[in-house]
């Protein structure tokens, strides 16, 4: 007996050492590969092409699985949070609404429709007009009067455009418009997102394309030519010896869509006195995000000659700072950061103030992120007047986001991600809102995002539309 | 047997094969936690900066090159071996004398445009704090930061990071103040002052602040008592210039400034935030100069972007702002390169500028200071290069001085400036030579 305990003994004690140093085999394999592989990330030796492929491959699979399981069509989508007025208020919102509704603000508008739309108007206080707004439910543009009801529609499918396109998002075959700008003739411009832009006629017959990597934003100046945002992805040796980056450019185009010139915005700070803003860029992927531009109109030039006409107002998302840009000289001759994250659409607005809107506007009085829409003096930086998450209709955008100051002193606001548009006046008040009815998921609970909403003057010609 | 040697040789296949696969899956597994820790420079994965790294420049400008002796020294950049004052252009400097803090010593030495000592403060700090003897090694004790001036002979001076003395003409001394107080003094009103003093902040678990060292703002009275702080981290946290504070300083210091004076009125009528009595501070950490409203304790102004780093800003009378850029940015730079810059806060355009010249760069990536003087010169304290200059407009040197202190084998070193301040003619009437 004591021979077999023994040998038990010693079969145990065996195995007990085979476990360990086993554990320890485990042990040591893991910690060298965890360093071969922090090594491999950082520095781009064997197998960083492969890892980073079966990455990439990992995060799309993730996200088609996420997205199936949430019924999410293609597109860009995001959790709806619904209009703010169903939200809990506190107190002083719950005085000021009371307060409002004595004004008439709430009882002379709409009742909310279940399925979205416009859900409250009042018509005393808002500017009239159409409205004309971009969504990620697909790629088209809707003119809607302040109403609701649908005026005209321009739609172009990505694949009619480009069919033998290959790049990122091919299988989003519905690749939705980010941004459009709308001629006075019906023309449309629209931009497929890192794509490229179209120019489609009023009934939605391509004019034109070009594919340089066109995202965002546009504008068109004067002469026709159309300025707008692009991005490259490539190898910057001076930002990462290796991985490409995505390099953000302005480019002109002319008004039949050929490329005239086209500037690197890493560039124009580079060779400009902002180059320390680049101080805080990341070294990888979306260096810039360039989200807005804006063809300046000369009119504060008097007092500050960066602002001269032609020059070019730009916003760096990732460097939390905006900038005016000379495409002359090719150089940033303006910026200013500091009071605001990840923002987007600053404005010049009619008397030479400056509109932004702040996504990361800091905590409402719930202790909830809120954005904010700023009206603040460029030049001196003085805030005139603000518009944020604290307010009863509430905002909060964490991306993208929108604002326009409309001629009777209103304030068009887009918060994208909540699916809504609101229009309120320099009080604060709302006096109307736009759910976007683009729903989805399996309850509903998604609703495209809101890119932009853009309010049409009342008097804009409308007569190509007679065919609707 | 032969059934046997083939079930053993089978179990064998088996057992490699499983270490094969738990090899093979401890490497993808490893290789994986590697790959993510590193992307997202999580821990163990160390800290990884932009460029080589603002902390690494940051403890580069702390140390002392080697064979230096304690106090503030930096490689000399005169090969010649000239020293003083060596240029001196009577019918174009702004007359005057000047007050000098040097590296070498704890002294301040009053002298005449041709270099001569008028008068000189000087102060052990042992003599000041003498059962401090701990205090008294490091480097901070050996020479001034900063001084200031009082017209009945008085002098402010501070102990770089230690604390902060009153002495009379004598160098005797009037009161003492110990506190990490650093780089500057600024009368306030009926002989108070203001000073920058260093405090420890503890972990902030709401706001994720880890701990670490930042900057606040110290009122003393003309006696030297305290009469109120303002810390800086809340005056930006609590401002709608709280995103600034994303920009992670280095090394534990979560805000540090490096210069406070108080706005004059050239503004006030054009912008609430420059009032008179609001307080311009330099915060080099987040790369911003910035204005204290100085009742509400918040940020109310803060202009980034312009410099990598900064000192010494200071509002004219003109209502532009002289600033000495200790380090003018962009990545692809090999070196520090500095410039003096008069610029208007509101337009930002630069106005005026002085980056030194072609075979003398201005280069002080650790600070320096500047002065607009009476007849449009400008009085640049360049501190690394142990030299001061006073230009004109047109950028032509007019006078100039080499600080003599020397150290090295081969006098290789030279003892930094902290500051040179140009004085009226007339001061020290009275009591100039009584101490000499």
Not at chain 1, 266 to 277: G, K, N
Request: hydrophobic share 40%; net charge negative; glycine share 10%.
């Amino acid at each position: 007996m004591s021979v077999t305990g023994e040998g038990g003994d010693r079969g145990r004690g065996a195995s007990r050492r085979a476990w360990l140093a086993r554990v320890i085999l485990l042990l040591v394999v893991v910690v060298v590969a965890a360093s071969y592989g922090s090594f491999v990330r950082r520095t781009g030796v064997f197998p960083h092409r492969v890892a980073s492929s079966a990455e990439r491959w990992g995060w799309r699979t993730w996200e088609r699985i996420k997205f199936r399981s949430e019924g999410r069509p293609s597109g860009r989508w995001a959790e709806a949070r619904g209009p703010a007025a169903s939200r809990e208020l506190t107190d002083a919102e719950q005085d000021e609404l009371e307060a409002l509704m004595t004004l008439g603000y709430v009882s002379g508008s709409k009742p909310a429709s279940d399925d979205g739309g416009v859900t409250y108007i009042d018509p005393e206080r808002v500017y009239d007009g159409y409205n004309l707004y971009t969504s990620g439910h697909a790629a088209e543009a809707l003119l809607l009067d302040m109403n609701g009801r649908t005026l005209h529609r321009w739609s172009m499918r990505f694949l009619d455009v480009w069919p033998d396109y290959e790049g990122p998002g091919r299988d989003h075959a519905n690749k939705v418009w980010r941004r459009v700008h709308l001629y006075d003739n019906g023309d449309i411009l629209a931009i497929f997102e890192n794509v490229g832009i179209v120019k489609l006629d009023s009934e939605s017959t391509l004019l034109w394309s070009h594919a340089g990597g066109e995202h965002h934003d546009l504008d068109v100046a004067d002469d026709g030519s159309i300025y707008v945002i692009q991005h490259e992805k490539r190898v910057v040796p001076r930002v990462h010896a290796y991985q490409p980056v995505s390099e953000d450019f302005i480019a002109i185009l002319e008004p039949d869509g050929k490329l005239r010139k086209r500037l690197s915005i890493l560039e124009a700070f580079e060779r400009s006195d902002y180059r320390a803003v680049l101080e805080s860029m990341s070294r990888w992927g979306d260096i810039l995000h360039t989200n807005t531009i804006e063809i300046l109109d000369g009119s504060r030039a008097g007092d500050c000659p960066a602002f001269r006409k032609g020059n070019v107002l730009i916003c760096v998302r990732q460097l939390d700072t905006i900038a005016v840009v000379d495409m002359e000289e090719g150089k940033v001759v303006w910026a200013l950061t500091g009071r605001w994250r990840l923002q987007h659409q600053p404005t010049f607005i009619p008397g030479g103030n400056m509109l932004i809107f702040n996504n990361r506007a800091g905590l409402d009085a719930h202790g909830e992120p809120m954005s904010a829409v700023l009206e603040f003096d460029p030049l001196t930086q003085e805030t005139y007047w603000t518009y944020d998450g604290n307010m009863p209709g509430g905002l909060y955008s964490p991306t993208c986001g929108s604002c326009e100051r409309l001629p009777n002193g209103n304030t068009l606001i887009t918060e994208t991600d909540n699916g809504r548009a609101i229009e309120v006046t320099p009080a604060g008040r709302v006096v109307w809102e736009f759910i976007n009815p683009k729903r989805a998921g399996k309850d509903d609970q998604l609703i495209a995002s809101l890119y932009e909403v853009i309010r049409i003057p009342p008097d804009a010609r409308l007569d190509w539309m007679s065919g609707d | 047997m032969a059934y046997r040697e083939q079930n053993r040789s089978g179990t064998g296949a088996r057992r490699a094969l499983r270490l094969g696969v738990f090899v093979v899956l401890a490497v993808v597994g490893g290789f994986t936690l590697g790959w993510f820790t590193a992307y997202s420079s999580a821990l163990p994965y160390p800290r990884f900066e932009w460029g080589g790294g603002r902390a690494a420049r940051d403890s580069e400008a702390d140390l002392r090159p080697p064979g230096a002796p304690p106090g503030l020294y930096s490689r000399s950049r005169s090969d010649d071996g000239a020293s003083g004052v060596t240029i001196n252009e009577a019918d174009a400097v702004f007359p005057g004398v000047n007050l000098i803090v040097s590296g070498h010593v704890p002294e301040a030495l009053l002298m005449d445009m041709e270099g001569r000592a008028l008068h000189r403060w000087a102060k052990a700090f042992a003599d000041v704090w003498p059962e401090d003897e701990r205090a008294a090694d490091e480097n901070g004790a050996h020479y001034w930061s900063h001084a200031t001036p009082g017209p009945d002979g008085t002098l402010l001076a501070i102990y770089d990071g230690l604390g902060l003395v009153k002495l009379d003409s004598d160098s005797g001394l009037v009161w003492s103040y110990r506190g990490r107080v650093h780089d500057a003094i600024c009368p306030t009103e009926d002989g108070a002052f203001c000073t920058l003093e260093r405090v420890d902040v503890s972990p902030d678990g709401e706001g994720g602040l880890a701990g670490g060292t930042a900057d606040v703002i110290t009122f003393l009275s003309a006696e030297g008592e305290v009469v109120r702080r303002i810390p800086l981290l809340e005056a930006l946290g609590n401002s709608p210039y709280a995103p600034l504070l994303k920009r992670e300083p280095a090394g534990g210091a979560l805000l540090r400034a490096n210069a406070v004076r108080p706005l004059g009125d050239a503004l006030s009528n054009e912008s609430p935030a420059f009032a008179a009595g609001n307080l311009v501070v330099s915060l080099p950490d987040i790369q911003a100069v910035a204005v204290v409203d100085s009742e509400t304790e918040e940020v109310v102004w803060a202009l980034a972007g312009l410099w990598r780093s900064m000192s010494g800003p200071v509002l004219l009378e003109n209502g532009n702002m002289l600033i000495f850029v200790d380090d003018v940015g962009g990545h692809e730079s090999d070196r520090t390169a500095s410039e003096v810059r008069e610029l208007d806060p509101f337009t930002q355009q630069t106005v005026w500028a002085y980056p030194g010249d072609a075979t003398r760069p201005l280069q002080s990536a650790s600070g320096g200071a500047c002065q607009r003087l009476g007849n449009g010169n400008t009085l640049i304290s360049e501190s690394d290069g142990g030299r001061a200059i006073e230009v004109t407009p047109a950028g032509d040197i007019v006078w100039e001085f080499l600080n003599p202190h020397k150290a090295g084998s081969d006098g290789e070193l030279v003892a930094a400036i902290p500051e040179l301040l140009r004085l009226p003619a007339s001061f020290g009437s009275g009591w100039v030579g009584e101490g000499e």
